[in-house]
């Protein structure tokens, strides 16, 4: 380690991150430029059709959120000016070769003053299509290894990854890689050159029957669900992550590697404000549909563990183990990021603390009435889903398809729409299934003993805290996290 100060390491450092405009890449950039403002630069990798298009994405994507408020504070009047020094847009998208860094001059900038790698860019739709999913998570890792290759004062290559890589694994799932063509059935044979030709293949046998880009997307969305659950993984987005872990493990030679693994990723604990988010995250989308009165019914165990880590911690580990493993030659050290060993919550207690922050705080309906909820339903497996499905969705559908043959297609249009609602309620069911009966405990023992070595070497841990067991999950619900998906989800 070069230095017990994380802020002392960061000083003068050069860091690119991939996905720019991401989450965490967002969380992340304000983090080293509030914490360490004589960091050298920070190169943010974006995809845009031009350098015009790039710098507009800067402004109103990352530098327009508030989430940049108290840097701006900070800065006063040179906010802007700070920005321009320290902050570097570089057009590009991982999916290629060099990360398609056409700027000649930039890229040997690059090669020659990068210290730290930090790869965010990653598609998370557990419904993606095989070979956009295979292209990001799985190529495009192995695109960044190469050109961290070439960077000559490397000194660690930061890869975030997802904790869910393990599947649908029960029982403590320990801090370890996945070996080369490993399946996670043990079924023999799982290589990542066939299944590229398999979408190659199959995307020319489309192209050659003349199908539509609809029939070429949901193909290749079948592929992606049939091809990860052949090899023992729920769904295409762990699939593939697994699947990009695997050949920058067997890739990596003498690169100083991390995989980071997080959880399901929350909003901010601390900061730079509490419950800072974006977008309807995994777990947020029940209780956005709660909020809003739309949930009739929850599927899944209600005592099932539900691994939760705010992003700020995330952002903050990724910080200390990027210092930790500097330099650390050859070596691969995986760390999983959440709370499910120090400090777990289940579903239960999530449903009952979101039941009483909209009973206090309700949403509004259209015509200016306060959204009235109470409990919803719990049905506890598969079975009990299929059965309410049945009598309160199957059974007026059937019914309403009679009636519209009786009166020549009166009701075809409604027919159709409710038929091709419940079909997409189904998948997206038989997607998410595993997660709603998850038996699994993410083992964070090399997490904690960072934790540990960074509070012994001096590390300012106020300041880079990413420990679960300062979260009290219910105050963090009621006072941080659903105000902040109610002001910047729901705005």
Partial sequence: MESSSLVKFLENKAILVTGGAGFLAKIFVEKVLRSQPKVKKVYLLLRADDDKAASLRLQNEILGKDLFKVLKQKMGGSFNSFISEKVTVVLGDITWEDMAIKDLKLKEELWSDIDVIVNLAANTNFDERYDVSLSLNTFGAKHVLDFAKKCNKLKVLIQVSTAYVSGETAGIVKEVPYEMGESLNGRPGL????????????????????????????????????????????????????????????????????????????????????????????????????????????????????????????????????????????????????????????????????????????????????????????????????????????????GLEVANM???????????????????LMR??????????????????NTEILRIASRERG????????????????????????????KYVLK
């Fill in 191 to 398: 290589d990542i050159q066939v299944e590229n030709k398999l979408i190659k293949d199959k995307l020319e046998d489309l192209h050659f029957q003349g199908a539509s880009q609809d029939i070429i997307k949901l193909t290749m969305k079948d592929l992606a669900i049939e091809r990860a659950n052949h090899w023992g993984w729920p769904n295409v987005y762990v699939f593939t992550k697994a699947l990009g872990e695997m050949l920058l493990m067997q890739e990596k030679e003498d690169i100083p590697l991390v995989f980071l693994r997080p959880t399901i990723v929350t909003s901010t604990f601390k900061e730079p404000v509490p419950g800072w988010v974006e977008g309807i995250r995994t777990i947020d989308s029940l209780a956005v549909a709660y909020g809003k009165g739309r949930l009739p019914c929850f599927l899944g165990d209600p005592n099932s563990v539900v691994d939760l880590i705010p992003a700020d911690m995330v952002v903050n580990a990724i910080l200390v183990a990027a210092m930790t493993h500097a330099s650390d030659k050859g070596n691969l050290t995986i760390y999983h990021v959440g709370s499910s060993v120090k400090n777990p919550v289940n579903f239960n207690s999530l449903h009952e603390v979101t039941y009483q922050y909209f009973k206090h705080h309700p949403c509004v309906n259209k015509d200016g009435t306060p959204v009235i909820v109470g409990h919803v339903k719990v049905l506890g497996s598969m079975a009990s889903f299929k059965t309410y499905l049945s009598l309160h969705y199957l059974l007026p559908l059937k």
């Fill in 406 to 424: 009786a009166l020549c297609q009166y009701f075809k249009g409604t027919c159709m729409d409710m038929r091709r609602k419940l079909n997409h």
């Fill in 428 to 445: 997206l069911i038989e997607i998410y299934r595993p997660y709603l009966f998850f038996k699994g405990i993410y083992d964070d023992t």
């Fill in 459 to 486: 590390v300012e841990t106020d300041m880079f805290y990413f420990d679960p067991k300062a979260v009290d999950w219910k105050d963090y619900f009621m006072n941080t996290h659903l105000p902040g998906v109610v």
